[in-house]
Nanobody, 124 residues
Framework: VQLQASGGGLVQAGGSLRLSCAAS?????MGWFRQAPGKEREIVAA????????YYADSVKGRFTISRDNAKNTLHLQMNNLKPDDTAVYYC?????????????????????WGQGTQVTVSS
């Protein structure tokens, strides 16, 4: 499965962006990760196959919303009230493995496919 991320850009603090990730085929757990300069890649949000179960990192709870459209094989991340600390390259990831209907992965090793990354820059 190939993933193509889009939607990044430059925004002022307090602004919003919507990231999208198009998958070339069926996927199970999906997630968004980010990597800021000089830091390790970290999980931002994850979602199970049906979209009914989600996970958010504490730093984005209440501001970001992950969703998916399985009919279109797409994943989204709505980012509101952006902060300069949200500046990073954002990666979408997808798992080809099924571990149950409510399963979602929060670690990199749980994902098989990665998008190319999209830059999000939040100015103060």
């Amino acid at each position: 499965v190939q993933l193509q991320a889009s939607g990044g850009g430059l925004v002022q603090a307090g602004g919003s962006l919507r990231l999208s990730c198009a998958a070339s085929g069926r996927t199970f757990s999906m997630g968004w990760f980010r990597q800021a300069p000089g830091k390790e890649r970290e999980i931002v949000a994850a979602i199970n196959r049906s979209g009914g179960t989600t996970y958010y990192a504490d730093s984005v709870k209440g501001r970001f919303t992950i969703s998916r459209d399985n009919a279109k094989n797409t994943l989204h991340l709505q980012m509101n009230n952006l902060k300069p600390d949200d500046t990073a390259v954002y990666y979408c990831a997808a798992s080809n493995r099924y571990f149950g209907s409510s399963y979602y992965g929060t670690a990199e090793y749980e994902y098989d496919n990665w998008g190319q990354g999209t830059q999000v820059t939040v100015s103060s």
